[in-house]
């Protein structure tokens, strides 16, 4: 037996010019609805430039990656398995030129893999409160080299995905079960049908939360 359908909502649109700050908290943060505010990604570099694959090439093009594929057999977070590395020039030029490409840039944190791209990215007024970013800039295990939560993610965003139609990932809740906001500068993607949270669970191994197996 599988999982009930449930009620469908729809998710409001609205216009970044017409949307205060204290309205997106109040309508949409604190009662935790999704919301697709139009015009806003034009507002995110000070200079009005929308980054492009031209200009990720030409910023980033050097630095190495490692591309994602989503294998719905594997075991890795969110069911995403490693390609083998490439630089960031070599990535684009596939994703560009390739129908066929699988190649997914996932979550590429821009503090620590691509400055020059933040160079004039300005965070919109609704998600400026970053609670990550509250933290002290030191917080580590006495025992240990390697930052700890929750610092350990605070400089991971923003971040970078690029991919073809059809790449992705496994269904999954964001680390802390936290929210998250997207710009989305190009796309040709669907969003992704609703699923009732009640019927995930919690993924001992890699903390994505899974969806019950039919039966």
Same mark, same amino acid.
């Given at each position: 037996?599988?999982? $009930?359908?449930? $009620?469908?909502?729809? *998710?409001? !649109?609205?216009?970044?010019?017409?949307?205060?700050?204290?309205?997106?908290?109040? !309508?949409?943060?604190?009662?935790?609805?999704?919301?697709?505010?139009?015009? +806003?990604? /034009?507002?995110?570099?000070?200079?009005?430039?929308? =980054?492009?694959?031209?200009?990720?090439?030409?910023?980033?093009?050097?630095?190495?990656?490692?591309?994602?594929?989503?294998?719905?057999?594997?075991?890795?977070?969110?069911?995403? !398995?490693?390609?083998?590395?490439?630089?960031?020039? !070599?990535?684009?030029?596939?994703?560009?030129?390739?129908?066929?490409?699988?190649?997914?840039?996932?979550? =590429?944190?821009?503090?620590? $893999?691509?400055? /020059?791209? +933040?160079?004039?990215?300005?965070?919109?007024?609704?998600?400026?409160?970053?609670?990550?970013?509250?933290?002290?800039?030191?917080?580590?295990?006495?025992?240990?080299?390697?930052? /700890? %939560?929750?610092?350990?993610?605070?400089?991971? =965003?923003?971040?970078?995905? *690029?991919?073809?139609?059809?790449?992705?990932?496994?269904?999954?809740?964001?680390?802390?079960?936290?929210?998250?906001?997207?710009? *989305?500068?190009?796309?040709?993607?669907?969003?992704?049908?609703?699923? %009732?949270?009640?019927?995930? =669970?919690?993924? $001992?191994?890699?903390?994505?939360?899974?969806? %019950?197996?039919?039966?």
């Amino acid at each position: 037996v599988g999982p $009930s359908k449930g $009620s469908v909502v729809p *998710v409001d !649109e609205r216009n970044a010019d017409d949307l205060t700050y204290d309205e997106f908290m109040r !309508e949409y943060a604190l009662k935790s609805r999704p919301v697709v505010i139009k015009g +806003l990604a /034009q507002k995110l570099a000070a200079d009005q430039k929308l =980054w492009n694959t031209e200009t990720i090439v030409e910023k980033c093009g050097d630095h190495m990656i490692t591309p994602r594929v989503f294998d719905k057999t594997s075991t890795k977070w969110v069911g995403l !398995e490693d390609e083998a590395p490439v630089t960031v020039r !070599e990535f684009m030029r596939t994703f560009v030129n390739d129908a066929d490409s699988k190649g997914y840039l996932f979550d =590429w944190g821009l503090p620590k $893999s691509c400055t /020059q791209l +933040l160079a004039n990215f300005v965070v919109p007024k609704y998600f400026a409160g970053d609670y990550l970013q509250s933290f002290p800039t030191v917080n580590r295990d006495p025992a240990s080299a390697v930052d /700890q %939560p929750p610092r350990l993610y605070a400089d991971s =965003w923003p971040s970078l995905f *690029v991919g073809p139609i059809h790449s992705g990932g496994g269904l999954h809740i964001d680390s802390f079960g936290s929210n998250f906001w997207m710009a *989305v500068l190009r796309s040709d993607a669907s969003p992704p049908p609703p699923f %009732p949270h009640a019927l995930l =669970w919690f993924h $001992s191994l890699h903390a994505p939360l899974s969806p %019950p197996a039919r039966r």
